[in-house]
């Protein structure tokens, strides 16, 4: 189910995967540092920028996919066919979620840490 609702979101769907991806491993690798006495904030700038980008990226999906709604109703040539929609829209809604939900499954664990770093007594 999980897979199918994925590449119903389309290509963008790919870099908010890799976007997450990197920034959960960067955030476990923080903690871990964090746990162990470290307590650097280098790496987690990244975390940052993907966090931003996340929902931006689920925003040109939406762009895609409206795009795409567009070209489905353009080529239907006059008819009115209402399903012809429902998969451009489908697309920018799943990439909107994706994104947003992608940034804020970081943001929190992401803010937990930035603060750590900033209180090296902790």
Not at 30 to 45: I, N, Y
Not at 71 to 97: F, H, K, Q, V, Y
Not at 106 to 121: C, K, Q, T, V
């Amino acid at each position: 189910m999980l897979v199918e609702i994925f590449i119903k979101g389309g290509l963008v769907m790919w870099p908010i995967l890799a976007l997450s991806v990197i920034g959960l491993a960067i955030l476990i690798w923080k903690a871990c540092e964090f746990r162990s006495g470290t307590r650097s904030p280098r790496g987690l700038v990244v975390v940052s920028t993907i966090i931003t980008a996340e929902p931006m990226l689920g925003i040109l999906g939406t762009v895609i996919g409206i795009m795409q709604t567009f070209r489905s109703l353009d080529l239907s040539a006059g008819t009115a066919n209402p399903m012809a929609a429902t998969s451009g829209i489908g697309e920018a809604l799943i990439t909107t979620a994706a994104g947003l939900v992608a940034s804020l499954i970081l943001l929190f664990p992401y803010n937990w840490l930035d603060e750590m770093a900033d209180e090296p007594g902790k």
